[in-house]
């Protein structure tokens, strides 16, 4: 019913726009063909798939997303095929993979193995001439998946260290056998490399099908074996996946029905010599790789530097985001970062070169760097996430990045101990030149915190700027509508309902609330989104995170962030802006340049003087902000939003809010609401509790007032005086660079310390005091310490030389200069 009561309110709202020529207009989808479209937007809504405008061609699918390796088995609902038809399924135009039609008439597609994540368009023909239905399926980084869509490889330790001292026998591995519809299955290697020259045209990724390791297994879901070396030209990939499949297909058949297993290095399969010294074959790769590294371009000065502090780096969540592998949420797994309890990744690749950052920090909120523990964070020649457009190296998500960046700490740090070359080349990030976002907020019946700390109430109701940035291209719109008061009637104050927002040629983001359980719908482009199968979205120009339905997360490649919550029946939305913003801004959350006096532009350009302004000027400088038909990006997909926001003025002028509210002692609210209202900004909390006679409306009021205080808490700038380097000959104690941060320094036996012995990190970011040296306390000692080790060397010398003159007589010279 409800359903179809959009489509048909959506229809009319269409038919209307069309017949008055406003938004009708001619836009390409990707289905090829230029098309009158029905549109509310003035622009094009640039599409990766044609669904959001070409409802009837639309398909759903399910499940509608699965690994990039490929094999996921999807069904088409809504449509049903005859039985005797031969499905294609082609993706991005290029790809095809065979599909089918089951028993019940539904039809099948297998996904293919792809070079990158996100939304990809596929097309279906059941004649294999004409491709006439359109649908998109989501391609999905492997460790972003849920591992019950994975074979996981038990004991990952074992399989890591496999061939190295001490490290053997039996490897176990299991999948969920409804994955793969079958009685008998195959289990494969298959490899992954990149091929060309770095950074050239031709350089390509390759997965190939390597060898198959047992087939004709009952599919039980479990299988083991004892690994035997390889050899070339097997042993040369060192990076793969194992893949189970139906037993009845060709040995390494591309795209067909299968499960994968995470990537990893492949020290099981590497070549005898490795086995029989695994310490000297890691170093010689570990010593090409340097070699490597010293002539592929530096890309270390341009990735983003690390927040200072562990509290910074979670609050600055439009530019960092989990580390999966060091999660303080998930108990601070940290195998690759011992110390740290949580790392974070910076989620934009650096503009160049692609490159990925990554921070780690310790129990004491302090980051943990290479130049001082084994567990400190590294920076990455490849993004782990990859980054658009992908599909070449550096670029393809997870994979390209296992090769520059974890393969060579394999050689380095994990099957020898060699990791200072590791940490030559990809050393911590210290946070000299971290500058922290700022933040606004609206939230409750709304009030608005703007990004430098103006606060104000404006309960307007309709559609306006939180934030416009005419130069950046970042627009965040907000809708309010009237609070629901607990007994049904409507409250003389609004709530913010839905936020909608893009960043230049973006996907258009919308977040609604929804009146159950304060979860919250997230549509793009119009179409809403599900996070069932992974919390994280990568879309056209922006990422989308939400773990829970009450929270969501965008993320735009300038580094702006808007972090959404549901609390209470309202919606709180915090934006944060990188120090780019500055002075850049206007809106409802003012302009951001570190001067709160000038925060209150108006639209026509005047500055309202915050402080003195009565609620009724901030009315009305509010209402300057709304926006218009032309510039909404809201979707109007109920007969309510079109009446109520649509067709009506974008400003609702009949809807005038209690600017004054009165406390009174007899009111039964009275103790409740003292109690929950208390301390800074109690004022909001309890406004909220009369307006909209809700404790529950207060609390949630109270607790995002006390949520955005501590993010500024932790956004605030610190002074980072940078790494200090112990002496020569000498130690360091103490690992915080830090304003206030004390460093000391002692000198081994036998020197004495010159300079500080102990130097504080000061507020303009320098040093206190001087370079420590450490030098020996006995100059004459090492006078004729040298002198004797010269004579001892000279003397040595020379009896190798008359012992090689001797031997040269009955040996080849080639072989002495190799000896030597
Ligand atoms: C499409 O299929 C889904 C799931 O079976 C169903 O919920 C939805 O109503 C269908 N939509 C149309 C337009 O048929
Ligand atoms: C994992 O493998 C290692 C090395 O073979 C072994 O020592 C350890 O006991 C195994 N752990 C488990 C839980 O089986
Ligand atoms: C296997 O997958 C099916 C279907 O997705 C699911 O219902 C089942 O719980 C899974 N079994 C295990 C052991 O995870
Ligand atoms: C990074 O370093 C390279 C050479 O070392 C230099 O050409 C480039 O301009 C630097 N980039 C930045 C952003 O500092
Ligand atoms: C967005 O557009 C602005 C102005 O056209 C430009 O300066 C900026 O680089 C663009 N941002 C992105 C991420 O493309
Ligand atoms: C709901 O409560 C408000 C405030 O207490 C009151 O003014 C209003 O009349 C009530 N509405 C109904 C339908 O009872
Ligand atoms: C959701 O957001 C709230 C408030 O920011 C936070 O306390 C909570 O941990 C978040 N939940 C998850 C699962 O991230
Ligand atoms: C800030 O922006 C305003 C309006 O765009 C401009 O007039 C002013 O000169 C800018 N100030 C600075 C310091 O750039
Ligand atoms: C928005 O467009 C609709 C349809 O063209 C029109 O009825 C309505 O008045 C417009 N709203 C405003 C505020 O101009
Ligand atoms: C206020 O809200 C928080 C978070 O939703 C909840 O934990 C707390 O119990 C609430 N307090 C009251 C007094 O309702
Ligand atoms: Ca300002």
Not at 29 to 34: A, R, T
Not at 699 to 719: C, E, G, K, R, Y
Request: proline share 5%; hydrophobic share 35%; with cysteine.
């Amino acid at each position: 019913m409800w359903t179809e009561k959009i489509t048909f309110a959506f229809k009319v709202l269409c038919l209307l726009s069309c017949i008055a020529k406003v938004h009708a207009q001619t836009c390409e989808g990707h289905c090829g063909q230029k098309q009158e479209i029905c549109s509310c937007h003035a622009t094009c809504v640039p599409l990766q798939n044609c669904c959001a405008d070409y409802r009837q061609f639309c398909l759903e699918i399910s499940p509608y997303s699965g690994t990039m390796f490929g094999g996921t088995d999807f069904t088409v609902l809504n449509v049903t095929f005859h039985h005797s038809s031969k499905l294609i399924c082609r993706f991005n135009r290029e790809i095809e993979t065979d599909g089918y039609v089951d028993g019940d008439g539904r039809g099948h597609c297998i996904s293919p193995l792809l070079y990158e994540t996100g939304w990809i368009p596929f097309d279906i023909s059941s004649d294999g001439v004409t491709y006439n239905r359109h649908g998109s399926w989501l391609s999905v980084h492997s460790g972003k998946l849920d591992p019950e869509f994975k074979v996981t490889l038990e004991n990952a330790t074992q399989w890591q260290y496999y061939g190295t001292p001490g490290i053997g026998g039996t490897l176990r591995m299991t999948w969920n056998t409804s994955l793969i519809s079958a009685d008998k299955v195959k289990v494969e290697l298959w490899g992954y490399r990149e091929l060309g020259e770095p950074y050239s045209d031709n350089w390509l990724p390759e997965w190939k099908y390597l060898y198959t390791l047992e087939s004709d297994l009952p599919n039980n879901g479990k299988f083991s074996f004892v690994p035997k070396p390889s050899k070339k030209p097997f042993s040369e990939w060192e990076l793969g996946s194992v893949r189970v499949s139906h037993s009845s297909n060709s040995d390494g058949k591309w795209n067909v029905q299968a499960v994968w297993s995470e990537d990893h290095a492949l020290a099981w399969h590497l070549e005898e010599s490795f086995r029989q010294d695994s310490n000297a074959w890691a170093l010689d790769k570990c010593l090409k790789w340097d070699e490597l590294e010293r002539n592929l371009p530096n890309f270390l000065n341009e990735t983003i530097d690390c927040p200072c502090t562990l509290a910074q780096a979670r609050a600055d969540t439009g530019r960092f985001h989990t580390d999966y592998g060091c999660d303080i949420e998930k108990g601070s797994v940290c195998t690759y970062h011992p110390g740290s309890v949580h790392c974070v990744r910076a989620i934009q690749a650096s503009p160049k070169y692609a490159a990925g950052q990554q921070c780690c920090y310790d129990s004491t909120g302090a980051q943990v760097l290479t130049s001082d523990s084994i567990g400190g964070s590294t920076p990455d020649r490849g993004h782990d996430w990859g980054s658009p457009p992908y599909k070449k190296p550096p670029r393809v998500p997870g994979v390209s990045h296992w090769l520059y960046d974890v393969l060579s700490f394999y050689y380095c740090c994990l099957w020898s101990d060699n990791c200072h070359y590791y940490f030559t080349h990809r050393p911590s990030s210290d946070c000299r030149t971290y500058q922290a976002p700022k933040a606004g907020i609206a939230f409750g019946d709304p009030h608005f915190i703007t990004f430098d700390g103006i606060t104000y109430t404006f309960n307007g109701k309709g559609e306006y700027y939180l934030v416009l940035t005419p130069d950046k291209g970042l627009t965040v719109q907000g809708r309010t509508e009237p609070v629901k008061q607990e007994n049904g009637s409507l409250g003389k104050a609004t709530r913010l309902s839905a936020l909608a927002m893009k960043e230049n040629a973006s996907d258009v983001i919308e977040v609604r609330l929804t009146d159950h359980e304060d979860h919250l719908q997230v549509l793009r482009n119009q179409e809403a989104l599900s996070f069932s199968q992974q919390s994280w979205l990568d879309l056209k120009g922006v990422f989308v995170f939400s773990s829970v339905p009450q929270n969501v997360t965008v993320m735009f490649p300038t580094g702006a962030g808007v972090e959404v919550r549901a609390r209470g029946g309202a919606m709180a939305a915090t934006v944060l802006l990188p120090r780019e913003f500055h002075n850049q801004t206007l809106g409802l959350l003012g302009r951001m340049n570190d001067d709160p006096a000038d925060d209150l532009v108006s639209s026509d350009g005047a500055v309202v003087p915050s402080d003195q302004s009565s609620p009724e000027l901030l009315f009305k400088f509010g209402a300057g902000w709304a926006i218009t038909n032309e510039t909404s990006l809201f979707t109007y997909d109920t007969e309510h939003l079109l009446n109520t926001y649509y067709f009506a003025p974008k400003h609702d002028p009949e809807f005038v809010p209690a600017f004054y509210v009165h406390e009174d002692p007899n009111d039964p609210l009275y103790a409740e609401m003292s109690k929950i209202c208390f301390g800074p900004g109690s004022w909001f909390c309890k406004y909220d509790t009369l307006t909209s006679r809700s404790l529950g409306m207060g609390n949630a009021t109270h607790v995002s007032f006390q949520s955005h205080m501590s993010i500024m808490t932790d956004l605030v700038p610190v002074v980072s005086c940078g790494w200090l380097a112990p002496p020569k000959n000498g130690q360091k104690e103490g690992t915080t660079y830090l304003e206030g941060a004390k460093v000391k320094f002692s000198c081994n036996k036998g020197y004495v310390l010159s300079g500080s012995s102990e130097r504080t990190c000061q507020m303009d970011g320098q040093w206190s005091g001087e370079t420590t040296h450490c030098v020996s306390d006995n100059v004459l000692g090492i006078v004729l310490g040298s002198v004797f080790a010269s004579m001892a060397l000279i003397t040595m010398i020379a009896t190798i030389a008359i012992h090689n003159r001797k031997q040269k007589r009955t040996a080849a010279q080639i072989e002495l200069k190799g000896g030597l």
